[in-house]
C-alpha cells in the first residue's frame, strides 16, 4: 500500500509560480513512474507530467517551457515546478504513482490540493 499526499496548491496571479510537492509512503519499494495530473470543474482528469525512477520526464505541450516535475526517489518525493502560470492551468492537482508488476495495486492516487490562478 502507498500513500500520497499533495501539498503547495494555492492562489497565484497569472504570471506567477507554485511549487507542488507529492510526499509518498509505505511500500514505495515497486513504483516505476510517479506522474501529475489535474482536473478542472466539469473536465476529464488529464496528465500534466511524469517522471521515472530512471529521470526519465515527461511534459504536456500545454505546460512545456513552463512546467518542470523532479523527483528524489530516495526521499519519496516528487515535485512539479509551476512558472508563468495561467487562468486555464486552474485545477486540482493529483499526484498519481504507477506500480510495477511486483505490485498487485492499479495505481495511487494522492487527495488532490487547488490551484487557482487569477488573471
Known amino acids: 500500500q502507498v500513500q500520497l499526499v499533495e501539498s503547495g496548491g494555492g492562489l497565484a496571479q497569472a504570471g506567477g509560480s507554485l511549487r507542488l510537492s507529492c510526499a509518498a509512503s509505505?511500500?514505495?519499494?515497486?513504483?516505476?513512474?510517479m506522474s501529475w495530473y489535474r482536473q478542472a470543474p466539469g473536465k476529464e482528469r488529464t496528465l500534466v507530467a511524469g517522471?521515472?525512477?530512471?529521470?526519465?520526464?515527461y511534459h504536456a505541450n500545454s505546460v512545456k517551457g513552463r512546467f518542470a516535475i523532479s523527483g528524489d526517489f530516495a526521499k519519496n518525493m516528487v515535485y512539479l515546478q509551476m512558472n508563468s502560470l495561467k487562468p486555464e492551468d486552474t485545477a486540482v492537482y493529483y499526484c498519481?504513482?504507477?506500480?510495477?508488476?511486483?505490485?498487485?495495486?492499479?495505481?495511487?492516487w494522492g487527495q488532490g490540493t487547488q490551484v487557482t490562478v487569477s488573471s
Open positions: 498519481h504513482a504507477l506500480p510495477q508488476l511486483c505490485d498487485d495495486s492499479e495505481g495511487y
Open positions: 509505505g511500500d514505495t519499494n515497486c513504483i516505476t513512474a
Open positions: 517522471i521515472t525512477t530512471g529521470g526519465s520526464t
